[in-house]
Nanobody, 124 residues
């Protein structure tokens, strides 16, 4: 089992920045990709970004490319999402996810573990 705990959410004005963190514990010796999803009220949970175990490969949703950056620190068993130039449409609950193995994450079904989520609200 892997436990994921997100932090860093909050309220920010449009154009501002936030940095989300996700701490992993439990079966952390296993190789897994880490990623972020988000879910706005009344909408499906959608993919945001992911990063492989080595950190050598990343992928992003088109809506966040150039604004968000995912990174990880395996020594701390943590993954981060730096969010810049935030827009009101980025408002959502952001979830950390883990996928066992070496592949990137692309969709909800890829993941083996989920965090509980952290709220991000961007005011206009």
């Amino acid at each position: 089992q892997v436990q994921l705990v997100e932090s860093g959410g909050g309220l920010v004005q449009a154009g501002g920045s936030l940095r989300l963190s996700c701490a992993a514990s439990g079966r952390t010796f296993s190789t897994f990709a880490l990623g972020w999803f988000r879910q706005a009220p009344g909408k499906e949970r959608e993919f945001v970004a992911s990063i492989t175990w080595s950190g050598g490969s990343t992928n992003y949703a088109d809506s966040v490319k150039g604004r968000f950056t995912i990174s990880r620190d395996n020594a701390k068993n943590a993954v981060y999402l730096q969010m810049n130039s935030l827009k009101p449409e980025d408002t959502a609950v952001y979830y950390c996810a883990a996928r066992l193995g070496y592949s990137l994450i692309y969709r909800r079904a890829d993941n083996d573990y989920w965090g509980q989520g952290t709220q991000v609200t961007v005011s206009s």
